[in-house]
């Protein structure tokens, strides 16, 4: 059974002095100790079992039929609590929308520079490349991808087009990882002050927009990050909020957001072993209004009357801290507003890339097919089999205008499919006019495969031709019907492995580092016409 996450001992006052005399700091969110509800225990929280020795009972094939059932998903137990926490923080901190937060965008993407994923790969039909400390930061890695063209059938939200999300995961917290005492998962002062990525900050989602400048009429694209926040009150009574972690690891851990989807008012953010986290586009919170974060803006009061301000210079602390509101660094954060967890118990092995053929499946990715009526929300599983362990990955769907419901269970659309990856692998799926188009990772020796698939009379899935070439670290698929582009991303930073340079294009010079993040699409019309 996966180790749960170990519960922090929030500190008495002589606890408190022992720290300070090992030079151990508290907590992030210590300073207004969270006793009234517990922080770390974050929804969805699914069923958990140890792996059953009958593993491998319902697998049928690659390709072949699996359970629709065991996608079933329930409503969060704290979501109305969760509801009620958020409502209660937006009576305190000001709020920005969509438009604005991407107007004030800060920072710049450059399309067509020279970071290529791809070597001998075709190149992709268009490329962005983010600043210079986001495509080599080990902090945070890249995986979810969605867009107004999800969101709004019309493609715009309010007057802005041309938008796109990605996902980054928390992967690398130097100090914290090494803790001699995980079940406090501090960082010392010297840690901190030495980098504060020492903290596990959680899932992060960015904002990319292309659009001209209105004051100097050039095109541009610009882009803005937005941290995700879990609410909860603590023992002072304050409500407070946290960054996004797993229950079932220690040290705040386990968030992957492999995939995510932009739906109207929701973004739902894939949680792997759990099910689905749901944010509002209409609850971004800004800890910074006039934009100059010397200034640490006044916010509102709590229920205890007393005046805060923000502060977004502060990078080593998150929540709310003696009356003063910390994020991080981060300007925008957007906190949890409910949770779908799986019904079914979740029995895949932790700590391991196997899975098993039935009960509750990974959330890996998702993705929104708005090709079919009504729209549906792809979700599928990332799998390598091995022995005792034959699946290569679940896949099915859900009606997504199902999910805004959260009263009762919603059970996917009566069909579901173990993918026809013969070695699993599958970083992200979308579904287009009946093909089912598949991200298949092999590392960072060589370029990813894209698949085709679509379904047979007998509800198989079957290849349509042979895999495309793509980026190495392929990720999630986004498909952005107005351009009749399929979006992805890729997730490897430079350096990271030693194989970077493998299989080389004759065209590129010995020692080329094939490990570089960008964001890419291809032309759907280009993809189906391959062989």
Known sequence: MPSRRIRRAWLTTAVAASLAFTGLVAPAQAEDVPGGSDSTVQEPLAAEAAPSPLAATGWTSPGGAA??????????????????????????????????????????????????????????????????????????????????????????WGEAGNIQLFASYDG?????????????????????????????????????????NPATGSPEIKYRHVLLGWTYVNSA??????????????????????????????????????????????SIMDLDPDGDPSTHDAMGADTDGVKTTADVQDKTKVGRHDNVWYSFGYRYVMPQVAAWKFKATQSNPAGS?????????????ISLDRSTTPDRLIMGEYCRPETGYPSTGRIASFQIAALEGRTADVTSEGW????????????????????????????????????????????????????????????????????????????????????????????DPAGTDYCQRVLYGHKLSWIDGRP
């Open 353 to 365: 890339y196997a899975c098993v053929s039935t009960g509750a499946p990974k959330a890996s990715y």
């Open 237 to 282: 009574d304050h409500v407070s909020f946290d960054g996004l972690h797993a229950s079932e690891y220690p040290i705040q851990k386990g968030v992957h957001a492999g995939g995510i989807v932009w739906y109207g008012n929701y973004l739902y953010v894939a949680d792997t072993r759990n099910g689905l986290r749901v944010f509002d586009m209409r």
């Open 172 to 212: 690398s917290d130097p100090g914290r990882e090494t803790d001699p005492d995980p079940a406090t998962g501090d960082c010392t002062a010297a840690e901190l002050e030495a980098d504060d990525a020492c903290n596990q900050k959680g899932v992060r989602i960015t904002f990319v927009q292309s659009r001209t």
């Open 67 to 156: 359970s629709p059932g065991d996608f079933t998903m329930s409503p969060g137990a704290l979501n109305s609590e969760t509801a009620s926490r958020v409502a209660r923080l937006d009576s305190v901190l000001p709020k920005s929308g969509v438009q604005n937060l991407l107007a004030g965008a800060n920072r710049t993407v450059t399309p067509w520079c020279s970071r290529d994923p791809f070597g001998t790969a075709p190149d992709p039909d268009i490329k962005y490349c983010l600043q210079s400390d986001d495509s080599t930061s080990p902090e945070w890695v890249p995986q979810g991808f969605t867009g107004v063209s999800d969101a709004k059938d019309d493609e715009l």
């Open 416 to 507: 579901a499919n173990y993918l026809p990856l013969t070695n699993g692998g599958a970083q992200g799926a979308a579904v287009n006019d009946g093909t089912l188009y598949v991200n298949e990772s092999k590392g960072t020796d060589e370029p990813g495969n894209l698949w085709r698939y679509h379904w047979n009379v007998d509800k198989q899935l079957v290849a349509n031709g042979q895999p495309v070439k793509t980026a190495r670290g392929a990720e999630d698929l986004y498909v952005e019907r107005g351009t009749g582009r399929l979006w992805s991303l890729s997730e490897h930073r430079p350096g990271s492995a030693s194989d970077c340079t493998a299989n080389r294009d004759a065209a």
